[in-house]
């Protein structure tokens, strides 16, 4: 593959490595704030997926969403209005259930209840979730462009492959796909994962992913 072209601008790859993830938990008290930031840290889901968006037509997440037995949530989505609303089954790991059991305890409901999950609003999520640079003194952009790249990541390191996480995740926005070119590209059988992705993955993986197009073409 050639060299990405210096001219070509080098964007520093915002993702949180686990002790980073960890210490944004400590700092979240409240147990829905919490649920909220595990979804999208942990399974990549977005904030109109979490809590329904009705320009786009899509409900929100449900308690009954929630299968703990076979460890999935169901998960309505439309990427553009154009699309049609589809519904995908995304698999729940054990971060996420731990969050979401403790957030349905202090409603003083059960997963055999009904109803929608979460009242908070689009701006609510991205105002707590800024807060959290301040309080955690982190030099990233905490939002949910950095968590879904996170979760993404997490993926990675789990063993699976980029067509995997795509279905997985129901679409990839454009500044997330330069991960999975680069993954695709260089990790084809993710067997140097663990090196690879050892905290912020590359710091240029937008300009990587430029020069893997570039040699394709």
């Given at each position: ?22 210490k944004c ?53 439309r990427f ?58 982190i030099k ?78």
């Amino acid at each position: 593959m050639p060299e990405p072209s210096n001219d070509l601008p080098v964007h520093k790859l915002c993702v949180l490595n686990s002790g980073e993830v960890e210490k944004c938990l400590l700092e979240l008290n409240d147990t829905q704030h919490r649920a909220i930031f595990s979804l999208i840290v942990e399974m990549g889901l977005t904030p109109s997926e979490i809590l329904g968006d009705e320009s786009l037509g899509i409900k929100g997440m449900y308690i009954q969403d929630l299968d703990t037995r076979n460890m999935t949530i169901k998960v309505q989505y439309r990427f553009k209005k154009d699309d049609r609303i589809t519904t995908r089954l995304a698999p729940m790991t054990a971060p996420v259930l731990v969050a979401m059991r403790d957030y349905v305890a202090s409603k003083n409901q059960t997963f055999n209840d009904f109803g929608k999950l979460f009242d908070l609003s689009d701006r609510m999520v991205r105002h707590f979730l800024s807060n959290l640079e301040e309080k955690t003194g982190i030099k990233k952009p905490i939002d949910t462009t950095t968590l879904r790249r996170t979760a993404i990541v997490k993926m990675l390191r789990g063993g699976l492959k980029p067509d995997e996480i795509k279905k997985r995740l129901g679409f990839v926005r454009p500044q997330e796909e330069s991960i999975l070119i680069v993954s695709s590209y260089f990790l084809p059988d993710l067997g140097d994962y663990e090196r690879v992705f050892k905290d912020f993955l590359f710091d240029n993986m937008d300009t990587m992913a430029s020069g893997v197009r570039a040699s394709k073409n």
